[in-house]
């Protein structure tokens, strides 16, 4: 088992820039590809981006493509959120998490049903 959590959120003006980080418990990180989520009020829970457990391989939503970077760091248990050009629209709680079971080169999906572990979360509020 893992847990989770999440570190970084905070208010910005539009434009701006946030580096979301999560923090994984254990000695196992590298075997689980993470994800990153976010919720809105009133929205149901909306893929972000993901990464394979070597970090060599990213996948985005086209809502953050081109503005978002995520990456990880297995000697540290962390995986990372870079938002830049921050809009309205990106306002939200940020959860990360955490897949297990998949191969060392496989980018996990974004259907929340296939992550096993979640954060808390950390509330990003991007101000117009």
């Known amino acids: 088992q893992v847990q989770l959590v999440e570190s970084g959120g905070g208010l910005v003006q539009a434009g701006g820039s946030l580096r979301l980080s999560c923090a994984a418990s254990?000695?196992?990180?590298?075997?689980?590809?993470m994800g990153w989520f976010r919720q809105a009020p009133g929205k149901e829970r909306e893929f972000v981006a993901s990464?394979?457990?070597?970090?060599?391989?990213?996948y985005y939503s086209d809502s953050v493509k081109g503005r978002c970077t995520i990456s990880r760091d297995n000697a540290k248990n962390t995986v990372y959120l870079q938002m830049d050009s921050l809009k309205p629209e990106d306002t939200a709680v940020y959860y990360c998490a955490a897949r297990r079971g998949l191969g060392f080169t496989v980018v996990p999906g974004r259907t929340a049903a296939e992550y096993d572990y979640w954060g808390q979360g950390t509330q990003v509020t991007v101000s117009s």
């Open positions: 254990g000695r196992t990180f590298s075997s689980y590809a």
């Open positions: 990464i394979n457990r070597s970090g060599a391989s990213q």
